[in-house]
């Protein structure tokens, strides 16, 4: 069946410096991968998403990077605050209509 | 405009005990699902519906139904509830107009769920 692997599952970074998580994806025919940021106790939120027909896409110090032919596409945070800690979800739209999410990354940016 | 709606937010059941999570979207969405999110293991995907009339099971249907009668509403029912359905459900909708999805999923605050 469709799956999303995501790497790491924790990642902790000093405050400023950058941040990279990575998700591949097994159907082929995906076109749309977003991302979620969930806040402890709180419901996951978009923050950014990319679409087959295009490489990158970058929104203030976001950025998210899609290689269709490797199946992977990676989130990257630049210039870490400590207000970007939570845990980051990766998701696929597949050619059936279901999103299926990755495992999952807990971030944590030390002040 | 209130968004995603989850009701209960907390319950407590006990083995073998019926229940269903309520789940209503006041954006005239066509696309709704449910989620179940256990430590460690994300989000994974009990149902979806996208439309009304249209269900389909996800990755983890077993032990749930669903039926989509209105474009409104979407609930979640829990057959015989076991403690391994113990877990933080979440409903979500998308728009899909013409039936491509538009991508962005709003959830509802979910439903935390424990099974004795």
């Known amino acids: 069946g469709e799956n999303v692997e995501q790497h790491p599952s924790t990642l902790s970074v000093q405050e400023g410096d950058s941040a990279v998580i990575k998700c591949t994806y097994s159907d082929s025919a995906s076109n749309y991968f977003p991302w979620y940021k969930q806040e402890l106790g709180k419901r996951p939120q978009l923050i950014i998403d990319?679409?087959?027909?295009?490489g990158e896409k970058k929104d203030q110090r976001i950025a998210v990077t899609l290689n269709k032919t490797a199946k992977h596409f990676s989130l990257h945070i630049t210039e870490t605050q400590p207000e970007d800690s939570a845990v980051y979800f990766c998701a696929a739209w597949t050619s059936y209509d279901k999103v299926i999410f990755g495992p999952g990354t807990s971030l944590s940016v030390i002040p | 405009n209130a968004g995603v709606t989850q009701t209960p937010k907390f319950q407590v059941l006990k083995t073998g005990q019926s229940m269903t999570l309520q789940c209503a979207q006041d954006m005239n969405h066509e696309y709704m699902s449910w989620y179940r999110q256990d430590p460690g293991m994300g989000l994974r995907l009990i149902h979806y519906?996208?439309?009304?009339?249209?269900?389909d099971q996800g990755e983890v249907p077993n032990g749930y139904n669903v039926s989509r009668s209105t474009t409104e509403d979407f609930p979640l029912r829990l057959l015989s509830a076991a403690p391994s359905q113990t877990s933080v459900y979440f409903c979500a909708s998308s728009y899909q107009p013409g039936g491509m999805n538009t991508g962005e999923l709003f959830f509802g605050e979910g439903s935390r769920l424990t099974v004795l």
């Open positions: 519906s996208v439309g009304a009339g249209i269900t």
């Open positions: 990319i679409r087959s027909n295009v």
